[in-house]
């Protein structure tokens, strides 16, 4: 089976720095997905790793540790608009084929 | 704007009827997802379709199927609803199912409710 474990809720402070972080046990891997979910909103896309190491997009960085089943969305100069639920997901095989699967999800507050 | 449609934004039924949820993935994307999210469980795949196939199978219940037809346009029914089918339902589309990157557009989602 397939198990991801993520923070319920962090709070930050508007420009600072804040980690969220993932773990996951999976029966094979094919990559690790973020991606941001405004309530009510539908989620977008943050980044994917499917290689050991830090990938770099704007203010959001992700790392992934494939021998540890680790990965971290960083998240820098934090904005009230980055007040979100992150999502991380696992893609992994599942019948011939790659299914993802869903973290519940860290709520993120940020404050003034 | 992701540029994928989902129709209707909002449904509300009865326990036991049947309902059609409609996705249109955008231009030029082969690959339509099927997710379920409910408070009490986050975010589900249900099934995938490819260029008109079934692709993938997640956690889909068997009162709900879904197609893709030629048109590359998805369909998701779910038949015997119960109260516990009430959840948003998102149709997400990416390029292709294999390849570097499965970077997948969300929908605005249907939220489902079962009375």
Known sequence: ?112 | DSGVTQTPKHLITATGQRVTLRCSPRSGDLSVYWYQQSLDQGLQFLIQYYNGEERAKGNILERFSAQQFPDLHSELNLSSLELGDSALYFCASSPRTSGVSYEQYFGPGTRLTVT
Not at chain 1, 11 to 26: H, K, L, M, W
Not at chain 1, 73 to 97: F, I, N, T, W
Request: proline share 4%; net charge neutral; with cysteine.
């Open chain 1, 1 to 112: 089976g397939q198990n991801i474990d993520q923070p319920t809720e962090m709070t930050a402070t508007e420009g600072a720095i804040v980690q969220i972080n993932c773990t996951y046990q999976t029966s094979g891997f094919n990559g690790l997905f973020w991606y941001q979910q405004h309530a009510g909103e539908a989620p977008t896309f943050l980044s994917y790793n499917v290689l050991d190491g830090l990938e770099e997009k704007g203010r959001f960085s992700s790392f992934l540790s494939r021998s540890k089943g680790y990965s971290y969305l960083l998240l820098k100069e934090l904005q009230m608009k980055d007040s979100a639920s992150y999502l991380c997901a696992v893609r992994a095989p599942s019948g011939g084929s790659y299914i993802p699967t869903f973290g519940r999800g860290t709520s993120l507050i940020v404050h003034p």
